[in-house]
């Protein structure tokens, strides 16, 4: 049989109300568009978490295929021609050129793609996150694939005892590594610890070599003096007999750990694992937030989803959520709810700067 590619592509191209979902015309005309042009998917879901469109597909082609990316650019092309007639906000922010030069990647939208052999059963999770960064995806991988008090196959499954290799990317200096755990977890958590700047791009079983998660993390361009390009991520888990349980893969995201870019991309905030229904950010443009849908891939077909975070037992994570953002918000304008001066997205300093020059004064 051949290959199975799962390919997770998103973008924003325009948000309904301000920066807080899509309108659903747009999620209407990028499903026609998939329908008529995407003949040669095998199948498709597309969905939205918070303003940014998440098209799910499955296909024969591999990753990084021309044709794949072409048909989502195209797609997301559509999409923008009826936000700006339905003067929506941001219309077309996450397309960056006006032309497709055929790698999607570094062109605005996120791409977590992975390529296998499907097993006997196929059970994979598609995290979908909206108003924070790549990085984010750090601390629950590494949990889900290196520590054993959320993971326990990893202490008592013999698939899975070998541990897993984590492929680690420098997104400032386009550098890339592979860790393997757990015997260089140490030597990893340096790195990953600091998800600005370096990333989990994808996971591997040690056991068989196979592929069991891959990240939409992308290079940064160092525009203006810094570096930019962080986005809304996605990431694809592939689960069980030998891989994370579903509640494994699942479980990181029961406590919420901190992640850069909620307002203005500016602060820190928690991220808040949410049902579909729940899933547009709102308060202080959010806190952060993240989706869970769940399929089993069945001949190339995606049966599903399963809304994962709809389970009330995310209600506390949700309530400490809550706790932790009224907490960040009472700090106001100062670290480490505001993000460190060389992070923010917006910045006045430079204009201060200049009119205070005159004032500076040297401490004797
Ligand atoms: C965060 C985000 C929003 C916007 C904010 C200001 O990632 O997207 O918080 O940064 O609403 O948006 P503009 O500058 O477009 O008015
Ligand atoms: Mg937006
Ligand atoms: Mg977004």
Request: aromatic residues 10%; proline residues 7%.
């Amino acid at each position: 049989m051949p290959k199975v590619t799962l390919s997770v592509i998103k973008a924003d191209v325009g948000g309904f109300v301000g920066h807080s979902s899509v309108h659903p015309e747009l999620l209407e005309t990028v499903r026609e568009h998939l329908t008529k042009e995407g003949t040669f998917l095998t199948d498709f879901y597309v969905t939205h978490v918070g303003d940014d469109i998440e098209l799910i597909m499955t296909h024969e082609k591999g990753v990084d295929n021309e044709e794949v990316h072409k048909l989502a650019w195209d797609a997301f092309v559509a999409a923008t021609d009826v936000a700006k007639k339905l003067k929506l906000y941001g219309a077309g922010q996450d397309l960056l050129s006006d032309a497709f030069s055929g790698n999607i990647k570094g062109m605005g939208p996120g791409v977590a793609e992975m390529e296998f052999e499907e097993r006997r059963s196929e059970p994979v999770i598609v995290f979908m996150a909206d108003k924070t960064e790549p990085g984010a995806w750090n601390f629950p991988l590494f949990k889900m694939f290196a520590d054993p008090f959320n993971t326990p196959g990893l202490v008592i499954d013999p698939s899975m005892h070998k541990g897993f290799d984590f492929e680690v990317h420098d997104l400032i200096d386009n550098k890339k590594v592979t860790f393997h755990c757990p015997e260089e977890m140490y030597d990893m958590l340096v790195f990953i610890g600091a998800p600005g700047r370096y990333c989990v791009r994808a996971v591997f079983s040690r056991t068989t070599g196979e592929i069991a998660a891959s990240s939409s993390t992308q290079r940064l361009n160092l525009m203006a003096g810094r570096y930019v390009g962080k986005d809304d991520p996605v990431c694809v888990v592939r689960c069980q007999s030998g891989l994370p349980a579903v509640g494994e893969a699942l479980e990181p995201f029961a406590r919420p750990h901190l992640v850069a870019g909620w307002m203005r991309g500016s602060h820190h905030g928690p991220l808040m694992p949410c049902s579909m229904t729940q899933c547009n950010p709102t308060r202080f443009d959010g806190p952060p937030r993240v989706v869970a849908l769940g399929f089993q891939i069945s001949s190339g077909k995606l049966i599903g989803p399963q809304d994962f975070f709809a389970d009330p037992s995310y209600d506390n994570a949700r309530m400490i959520a809550n706790h932790l953002s009224d907490y960040l918000r009472s700090l106001g304008p100062f670290e480490p709810h505001r993000l460190g001066l060389e992070d923010l997205e917006y910045t006045t300093m430079p204009d201060v700067m200049k009119r205070l020059s005159g004032r500076l004064l040297p401490i004797d």
